[in-house]
């Protein structure tokens, strides 16, 4: 079945002549003439009868007239609507993230980008487990550290620093912390992944082991910077994370020229051939938003 000759008809019959159907597709009388008289042998009916002066169509002409006019319809909207869903973000767009991240970073991500995309929503999975996207149906992940599927594609964010930080408050009834080795000798509240019994400091080539008493274990970064700004402690923690109660007064830094591990920050999604509109839009906003965060 060849829709073009089905096409053509119908353009002819709204047009009343093949020269005007001719003239509206750009082609010339004699093709136009051609599909028609090739979709009439294919079918074995007469559709269209010819005069000089007009154009009539037969009893058989008329009822495909009717069927083959409603279908191409339907195909132009069905067209129109794909062209419509590749400008404008739209539907549920599935994102992973580690829960502690996932707090930090996504809140105002997506408050920003329902804002600019009305018609997108989201579903969130937040969990410390790796999710396999293709399987579970996810458009994209954040994700730290070396990546472990090399057939997906992933933009960097930049990198995430740790540090130490602690509030004012313990500082003054604790006293200053001249070096790392004074860490002993305080109380620290501890993020488990980052080390159970001891962290990992670095001063441009310097490296140092840090042993600690893991009194205060925690593995949720929010609840140990909670407790670091309640004065229990010194704690080691994303920069990012802290900033905004370092520029309120909750937090300092504490031996700022020392820092822990830098872990790699990306945007991770499947390979697609085409990127749809929801997904484009949710990393554009992404990266332009979270990219200032981090370090380049």
């Known amino acids: 079945m060849d829709f073009n000759e089905a096409a053509v008809f119908v353009r002819v019959v709204q047009a009343g002549s093949f020269s005007a159907a001719a003239r509206q597709l750009g082609l010339p009388t004699s093709t136009i003439s051609t599909r028609v008289a090739r979709l009439e042998k294919r079918l074995g009916v007469t559709l269209l009868q010819r005069t000089t002066r007009k154009l009539n169509l037969t009893e058989a002409g008329t009822l495909y007239f009717e069927h083959a006019s409603t279908g191409l319809g339907y195909l132009l ?13 739209q ?13 930090a970073l996504l809140g105002g991500l997506i408050a920003q980008t329902q804002q600019a995309y ?9 969990t410390e487990r790796y999710v396999d996207l293709v399987a579970e149906g996810v458009d994209v992940a954040i994700r730290t550290g070396e990546l472990r599927d090399s057939s997906l594609i992933a933009k960097s964010l930049g ?6 930080f602690a509030s004012p408050q313990y500082l003054h009834e604790a006293g200053a912390i001249a070096s790392p080795t004074d860490l002993g000798q305080h109380q620290c509240v501890q993020f488990t992944p980052m080390g159970r ?9 310097t490296a140092i082991r840090v042993p600690l008493a893991a009194r205060t274990l925690v593995n949720s970064i929010g ?9 229990q402690g010194v704690a080691l923690l994303p920069t990012f994370i802290c900033q905004p109660s370092v520029l309120a007064g909750g937090l300092q830094r504490v031996l700022p020229e020392w820092r822990g591990q830098a872990d790699a ?16 839009g949710f990393i554009d906003l992404a990266v332009t938003s979270l990219k200032p965060l981090f370090i380049s």
């Open 223 to 231: 609840v140990v910077r909670a407790m670091a700004e309640s004065g």
């Open 91 to 103: 539907g549920v767009l599935k994102v992973t993230a580690p829960a502690d991240l996932g707090d």
């Open 118 to 126: 009305p018609a997108l929503s989201f579903e969130l999975m937040l």
């Open 265 to 280: 920050l990306h945007l991770v999604y499947p390979k697609q051939r085409f990127m749809p509109p929801k997904l484009r």
């Open 197 to 205: 019994h001891h962290w990992d400091l670095q001063r441009g080539t």
């Open 159 to 164: 990198t995430i620093q740790w540090a130490l």
């Open 77 to 89: 909207e069905a067209e129109a609507a794909l062209d419509e869903a590749r400008q404008q973000p």
